[in-house]
């Protein structure tokens, strides 16, 4: 994107009109206009809750630059009245690894009203990488009044978080009553803290899923494929080619998740 198109987009930005401004920020995120970020911040204040969104959204792509400031902007949405810019707002802090926003997100993940915003939450803590969570974290987990998935994000960022001494902790976690799909993000946890067998726990249940909790278990295996560095599932799972070839035929809008599952899978 030339210079002259660059400046119209920032001019966008500082138009009165949340349309353009809506259309300038996401053109100025798919040509990767970093020096747009001070622009940006200042529509985190905008009275229109979508452009607030916006803006916190584009802000978790092009604020990796300028992260000290960029950061404490975002926290400034954290008590947003929207529960969709709160939950943006974090998921960004994520994504420009503000750490100093650890306190305030497990605050959120314990106290917020929105179920949405509390998974935003557990889910950002485990990218965050600040193992003082994880108290937090199992405290939503063990909650048998949160939000189902909420309970599963927890359960992930402990995984994320952990180190293989949490193991004895998660397998009585396992053995409890937790519903299936916590089960099954505690097995992705266990797997990736060391437990080789859970992979093969986990496929087994796969096997028998029906179609919304065999694309729930899929996630949880994209998600380990992607990771650095990667596990060999395929390895460590021997039934894995059969089970995914099964899921591909069973659910034919799996298919290509599938195939990609069982290619990256394979180290």
């Known amino acids: 994107m030339n210079k002259q198109s660059i400046e119209l987009l920032l001019d966008d930005c500082d138009s009165d009109e949340p349309t353009r401004q809506a259309g300038a920020i996401l053109d100025l995120v798919d040509a990767e206009v ?32 300028e992260v ?21 707002a974090v998921e960004a802090l994520g994504d420009i690894d503000y750490t100093p926003a650890v306190e305030s997100i497990e605050y959120l993940l314990r106290k917020d009203p929105s179920a949405l915003v509390r998974a935003s939450a557990a889910e950002t803590l485990g990218y965050l990488g600040k193992s ?8 939503s987990l063990l909650d048998t009044n949160e939000d189902e998935a909420v309970r599963c994000y927890a359960a992930n960022s402990i995984g994320l978080l952990g180190t293989p001494q949490l193991l004895p902790k998660l397998e009585n976690y396992l053995n409890s009553e937790f519903p299936l799909s916590v089960k099954a993000e505690l097995m992705g ?36 494929t ?24 069973r659910f034919p809008l799996m298919r290509h ?6 290619a990256q899978g394979i180290n």
């Open 189 to 224: 946890a266990r797997y990736w803290l060391g437990a080789k067998e859970d992979i093969a726990k986990l496929v087994d249940l796969l096997d028998k899923a029906d179609e919304d909790f065999a694309q729930h278990i899929l996630t949880i295996l994209t998600d380990l």
């Open 68 to 88: 000290e400031t960029v950061g404490p902007a975002l926290m400034n949405l954290l008590d947003d009245e929207e529960e969709l810019v709160r939950s943006e």
């Open 132 to 139: 003082q969570a994880i108290n937090t974290l199992e405290l």
């Open 34 to 65: 970093y020096e747009a970020a001070p622009k940006i911040m200042r529509l985190l204040k905008s009275p229109d809750a979508a452009i607030r969104f916006t803006a916190a959204e584009a802000l978790g792509y092009l604020g990796s630059q």
């Open 226 to 249: 992607e990771r650095e560095p990667a596990p060999n599932i395929a390895k460590d799972a021997p039934d894995l080619d059969k089970v995914l070839n099964a899921i591909a035929l």
């Open 257 to 262: 998740q599938a195939k990609e599952i069982l």
